[in-house]
């Protein structure tokens, strides 16, 4: 990633825009702490002063209610974005963190799988919207969190996106399915982007006391090395009570286990991407 943080739209200035670092989080299983990553990790890059977008691309829009925009209160969001040819800008709304935006999830989202069979260039929709010709959007990362399927929605994601994400909950069978989900990705690198790698795979509700987790976590390091996070995230109520709440867990309790694992996450996945410091750090 090159330098960023000018502010959106303005021109003029000497350094071209930067594109943002596109991330997919991504695991075909249900509840293995996809939304929980994606929302805290979003926050805890934006309270590291980055310019981040979220995009709910999940039916269910859980991603959306824990960031406190509720089913009743959604307008238009992710599947505007990909069949109505509605632009980031037009879509995306604040959130209670000041450099956090997010599109919604919408509506009608749940029967995208089925209307984009139909489309045209329909794995290519997302990408085509987050990379916009005239200029890259003015955001340092763009996170997806992805419906628990491999379906047309998480592949357009994977298209769109430079790196995918994958949480690993530390219990029974969590390294069931990765394997697919690996061939997956190298399906869609050698048909639909090129550049398309694993940022790498996080450990999710990891449980101190209880010796399955750290198998789970031995048995993810020795198969996938140092593409396994160190930082590891534990289980902790504040995080999903956050949620009920419609807050990630950095403004529920920023003190706690959760919240302060998902700061180490962001600080190591800005290491690992080589991310240029905020705009409030360079100045
Ligand atoms: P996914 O998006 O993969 O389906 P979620 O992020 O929604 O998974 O997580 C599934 C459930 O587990 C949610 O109820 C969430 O609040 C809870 N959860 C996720 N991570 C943690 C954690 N580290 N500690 C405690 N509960 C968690
Ligand atoms: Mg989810």
Do not use: W
């Amino acid at each position: 990633m090159s330098p960023t943080g000018r502010p959106a739209g303005k021109s003029g200035s000497a350094a071209p825009a930067s594109s943002p670092h596109i991330i997919a989080i991504a695991n075909q299983k249900g509840g293995v702490g996809k939304t929980t990553t994606a929302i805290n990790l979003a926050t805890a890059l934006a309270v590291l002063g980055y310019r981040v977008l979220l995009i709910d691309l999940d039916p269910q829009g859980n991603a959306s209610t824990g960031l406190g925009i509720d089913y009743a209160n959604r307008r238009a969001g992710s599947y505007a974005l990909m069949a109505e040819d509605r632009t980031v800008n037009d879509l995306a709304c604040d959130t209670q963190i000041p450099s956090l935006s997010l599109i919604p999830s919408d509506n009608e989202l749940a029967g995208a799988e089925i209307e984009l069979v139909d489309m045209e260039r329909r794995e290519y929709r997302l990408a085509e919207v987050l990379s916009p010709a005239e200029a890259p959007l003015a955001y340092d990362f763009i996170l997806i969190d992805c419906p628990p399927s491999l379906g047309l929605l998480t592949l357009n994601a994977l298209v769109a996106a430079q790196s995918v994400l994958v949480p690993l909950q530390c219990e029974f069978f969590a390294l069931e399915g990765v394997s697919q989900l690996i061939r997956t990705i190298e399906r869609v690198r050698r048909a639909f982007n090129l550049t398309l790698r694993l940022q790498g795979l996080v450990l999710t509700m990891f449980d101190r006391r209880n010796n399955l987790s750290e198998l789970v976590a031995a048995d993810a390091r020795s198969f996938f090395g140092d593409q396994v996070f160190e930082t590891v995230i534990p289980r902790n109520i504040r995080i999903s009570e956050a949620q009920s709440h419609g807050k990630p867990a950095h403004l529920y309790d920023p003190k706690s286990s959760g919240a302060q694992a998902y700061d180490r996450l962001a600080e190591e996945l800005v290491m690992r991407t080589r991310a240029d410091p905020p705009r409030a750090a360079r100045s």
